[in-house]
C-alpha cells in the first residue's frame, strides 16, 4: 500500500459507456458507480479530531502509534493497517496490521458491550510489512505480508492460540483476502503492477494448511467472463505465480477485497477501479472507474481497503485523495461519507464494522505527522443504515 505519487496520466475513452449488470439487488442505475446524495447526507464540519461527518456521527480515537491504548498497557503499534472485528462474548475485538518491516505483526483491542476498551495485546509479531488481509468464518484473522514472496498468517484475534504460517496460500506480494463459504475458498488480491487475482481452494474448508491456489484467467477488458486455472507453483520461486500461468488477467495494484452475497469485489490502485466478480455465473465488470465519472469531479481517488455493511453498501477507504471513505450504495451511487483534515501525508487503512454494525473501526496510517510513528485508529459511531 506504498503512497501514491502520480495519479494515472491517461483516462479511458468512451465515458459514456455503460457495462452491463448492476453492483447488487434491485439497482435502479447501472454499474460503474456514479456520483449522487449518499445514504447519510452532507458532511459536517470538521470535529475536534478533524474529521468531516455526517449528522448524527460523532468519532473517537481508540489508539495511537507508540502510546498506550487508553486503560490499558499495551503500546499501539507503527502504520496500523488492515482491519476486522470479531464478536466475543457481549462485546468485540478490532484487529490491527502493522505494515513495517522488520516487526510488522497484528494487535488488538478488546470491547466490552457498552464499547469501553477492556484489553489491548499482541496477537503475531516478527513478520514483514502486514498491509491487509481478511476474515475467515471460523473467525480468525489471515494478516498478509505485502513483500514479493510474502507469506499469509492466520492469527487467533483472542491471542490465545500461536499463529500459524499458511504457505499452501502461494508466495507473493500480498494484500487482502476474503472467504467465500458457499464456494469454500478464499480469494486473495496481489499488489503489484502486474499482479493477479487468485483464490485458495483448502483440501478441507476450515483448514488452510493444505489445497490448490488458482488464479483468475479472463480476457483484457474491463468486462466478461472469466475461469479459474491452477498455478503450477505457488512457492513463487524461479517463477513468480503471477507469470505461471497463460491467459491469467492482469490488475493493476490489488488492494482491498469483500465478499458477499455470491459477489467478491476487490480494488486496484494504479487504475483507481473497483471491480465486481459475480459468481454464479463467472462474469467480470467494473462497479467503479474515476475515469468513467460522467459529470463532477470524482470523490474516490485513491482505491484501497473496502469493506462492506449488512444493508449492502461498501465502503472504500482512500490512500491519498482526499483523505475520504466513501459509499457505494446498492443503486450504484457512490458519495463521501467521511473526510480527514489535515492529514495530507497519510492514508486511511482498515474499515471494519463491529458486529452490530453500529460502529465503524479505521485508522489514519501516518496520522498528522506522515510518518509510520504517527498512526491513529479512530472509532466512528453513529445510525448506519440496517
Not at 522488520?102 to 477492556?118: D, E, L, R, Y
Not at 494448511?209 to 474491463?222: E, H, R, Y
Request: proline share 5%; glycine share 14%.
Amino acid at each position: 500500500m506504498e503512497r501514491r505519487t502520480v495519479l494515472r496520466a491517461a483516462v479511458l475513452g468512451g465515458s459514456s459507456a455503460v457495462f452491463g449488470g448492476t453492483l447488487w439487488r434491485g439497482a435502479a442505475y447501472a454499474a460503474p458507480a456514479q456520483p449522487g446524495t449518499g445514504p447519510y447526507g452532507a458532511l459536517g464540519a470538521p470535529d475536534a479530531r478533524g474529521i468531516r461527518l455526517p449528522s448524527g456521527f460523532t468519532s473517537r480515537v481508540i489508539a495511537r502509534s507508540g502510546q498506550q491504548v487508553p486503560g490499558t498497557s499495551y503500546t499501539w503499534h507503527n502504520a496500523p493497517d488492515g482491519g476486522a472485528c470479531y464478536a466475543d462474548g457481549t462485546g468485540w475485538i478490532y484487529v490491527s496490521n502493522s505494515e513495517i518491516n522488520p516487526g510488522g505483526g497484528v494487535s488488538a483491542v478488546k470491547f466490552s458491550a457498552t464499547g469501553a476498551i477492556t484489553g489491548a495485546y499482541r496477537i503475531l509479531s516478527n513478520t514483514r510489512t502486514n498491509c491487509a488481509g481478511g476474515k475467515t468464518p471460523w473467525n480468525t484473522w489471515l494478516s498478509c505480508e505485502e513483500v514479493s514472496l510474502g507469506y499469509v498468517y492466520e492469527t487467533d484475534p483472542w491471542g490465545v492460540n500461536a499463529a500459524v504460517r499458511r504457505d499452501a496460500m502461494g508466495r507473493f506480494k500480498h494484500e487482502a483476502a476474503a472467504a467465500d463459504p458457499v464456494r469454500k475458498v478464499v480469494y486473495l488480491t496481489e499488489d503489484e503492477t502486474n499482479g493477479r487475482f487468485y483464490r485458495f481452494v483448502p483440501n478441507t474448508w476450515g483448514n488452510l494448511s493444505s489445497g490448490t491456489l488458482q488464479v483468475m484467467v479472463a480476457g483484457s477488458g474491463t468486462s466478461g467472463s472469466f475461469s479459474w486455472a491452477n498455478v503450477p507453483d505457488p512457492d513463487g520461486s524461479p517463477t513468480t505465480t503471477r507469470t505461471q500461468v497463460s491467459g491469467s488477467k492482469s490488475f493493476n495494484g490489488g488492494e482491498g477485497c469483500h465478499y458477499a452475497d455470491d459477489k467478491v469485489w476487490f480494488t486496484t490502485k494504479g487504475d483507481n477501479r473497483v471491480w465486481q466478480l459475480n459468481l454464479l455465473n463467472n462474469t467480470y465488470e467494473l462497479a467503479y472507474d474515476d475515469s468513467l465519472v460522467t459529470s463532477g469531479t470524482a470523490p474516490l481517488t485513491g482505491v484501497d481497503n473496502i469493506t462492506g455493511s449488512s444493508s449492502g453498501d461498501l465502503f472504500v477507504a482512500e490512500d491519498g485523495g482526499t483523505m475520504e471513505i466513501c459509499v457505494i450504495t446498492p443503486d450504484d451511487v457512490i458519495a463521501p461519507f467521511l473526510r480527514i483534515d489535515g492529514q495530507s501525508g497519510s492514508e486511511i487503512t482498515g474499515p471494519a464494522f463491529s458486529p452490530d454494525g453500529r460502529r465503524l473501526y479505521f485508522s489514519s496510517q501516518r496520522g498528522t505527522t506522515g510518518s509510520s510513528s504517527g498512526g491513529i485508529t479512530y472509532e466512528v459511531t453513529g445510525p448506519f443504515r440496517a
